[in-house]
């Protein structure tokens, strides 16, 4: 069955510090990948997504993820964190057998401290 | 905003009761999508819905049920309510396949 791991279930960061969110999925066949954001409150908004092409993929807000279909991984990067980020982040996998139905990793929560 | 409206906010019944959620997609968008999110099953896939036919299921009880209308919105019934039904539940839409953007959702909360 498909599955979706994420490393860190609480990151706690200062401003300016560099951000890398853990995401490994378990699937045989072609993935589309997906992160998005919950900040508190407020519903899941989109980072960013994979489908083909540059494994290298750039999302809003400055956030990068990058796909090793080797490592079946898709690890979301930001060079430095603002307040701002504070928020719940998810992985999400998409199998193309699977139609459009997501399945999602347990959600990382972040906190940026000021 | 991501052109998906879901309501109500928020509903507070008691057990053994029925609810209806409502969501609308985004203009255009032919696929709406419901999930559950739960404090102990993070956020799970519960149903599909494609053109008003029913495209994929998840992890959805028997006691719920779904439907997509003509004019494409969709309805959630969650019926025999429990206490473990206490969840935020989302819906989404895309175009076909694509990016699914996520409504608001709404907070049941079962007494």
């Known amino acids: 069955a498909q599955s979706v791991s994420q490393h860190n279930h609480h990151v706690i960061l200062s401003e300016a510090a560099s951000l890398e969110l853990g995401c490994n999925y378990s699937?045989?066949?072609?993935?589309?990948l997906f992160w998005y954001v919950q900040y508190p409150g407020q519903h899941l908004q989109l980072l960013l997504k994979y489908f083909s092409g540059d494994p290298l993929v750039k999302g809003i807000k400055g956030f990068e993820a990058e796909f090793i279909k080797s490592k079946f991984s898709f690890n979301l990067r930001k060079p430095s964190v603002q307040w701002s980020d504070t928020a719940e982040y998810f992985c999400a996998v998409r199998g193309s057998s699977n139609t459009g139905k997501l399945i999602f990793g347990q959600g990382t929560t972040l906190q940026v401290k000021p | 905003d991501s052109g998906v409206t879901q309501t109500p906010k928020h509903l507070i019944t008691a057990t053994g009761q029925r609810v209806t959620l409502r969501c609308s997609p985004r203009s255009g968008d032919l696929s709406v999508y419901w999930y559950q999110q739960s404090l102990d099953q993070g956020l799970q896939f519960l149903i599909q819905?494609?053109?008003?036919?029913?495209?994929a299921k998840g992890n959805i009880l028997e006691r719920f049920s779904a439907q997509q209308f003509p004019d494409l919105h969709s309805e959630l019934n969650l019926s025999s309510l429990e206490l473990g039904d206490s969840a935020l539940y989302f819906c989404?839409?895309?175009?076909?396949?694509?990016?699914?953007?996520f409504g608001p959702g709404t907070r049941l909360t079962v007494l």
């Open positions: 989404a839409s895309s175009v076909v396949e694509d990016t699914q953007y």
């Open positions: 819905y494609y053109n008003g036919e029913e495209r």
């Open positions: 699937y045989g066949g072609t993935v589309n």
